[in-house]
């Protein structure tokens, strides 16, 4: 018996829609992760990006436990000495609420090549609408 192993021609990828609403981000986040890695199929090579894409909608709306709403910290590095910024969740919910599952979701994928190339798969939207409805997205419950 032979080892299969996935080429990038016999990927399939499907679509997978995920509400955000009420669901704890560290969960949110390794799911999705594991979505778009493709852990989740029989086909799954490391070496090879087999995962699936997915639809994150109510991104406003995640929850995060303790008091990490309050104490968490995101940095951010203009590049110029003394350009770094700090920004907390509460401020970052309120500017841009989809960078916080990006953010999680980024650092739960492995630090390579492949990894920025399955970062595209995935699409985080603030609110209810999504403009994905072409691609039939499967609902996944978290």
């Known amino acids: 018996m032979k080892t299969f192993l996935a080429s990038k021609e016999t990927v ?3 679509w997978h829609l995920i509400d955000a609403e009420g669901v704890v ?3 949110l986040a390794v799911k999705a992760a594991n979505l778009i890695r493709g852990r989740h199929k ?3 090579t490391p070496s090879v990006d ?3 894409y997915v639809v994150v909608i109510n991104a406003e709306k995640v929850v995060l436990t303790g008091k990490k709403e309050a104490q968490n910290e995101y940095m951010f ?3 110029f000495v003394g350009g ?4 907390k969740v509460t401020e970052q919910r309120e500017r841009h609420p989809e ?8 650092g739960m994928l492995p630090k390579n090549r492949i990894a920025a190339h399955m970062l595209t798969k ?7 609408k999504h403009t994905h409805e072409a691609n039939n997205p499967v609902k996944i419950d978290v």
């Open 25 to 27: 981000l560290g969960r």
């Open 84 to 87: 770094e910024s700090y920004r």
């Open 122 to 128: 995935l699409r985080v939207f603030a609110g209810p």
């Open 77 to 79: 590095f203009s590049g």
């Open 50 to 52: 087999t995962g699936d």
């Open 99 to 106: 960078f916080i599952i990006e953010h999680a979701v980024k």
């Open 12 to 14: 399939q990828p499907k």
């Open 42 to 44: 029989a086909s799954y």
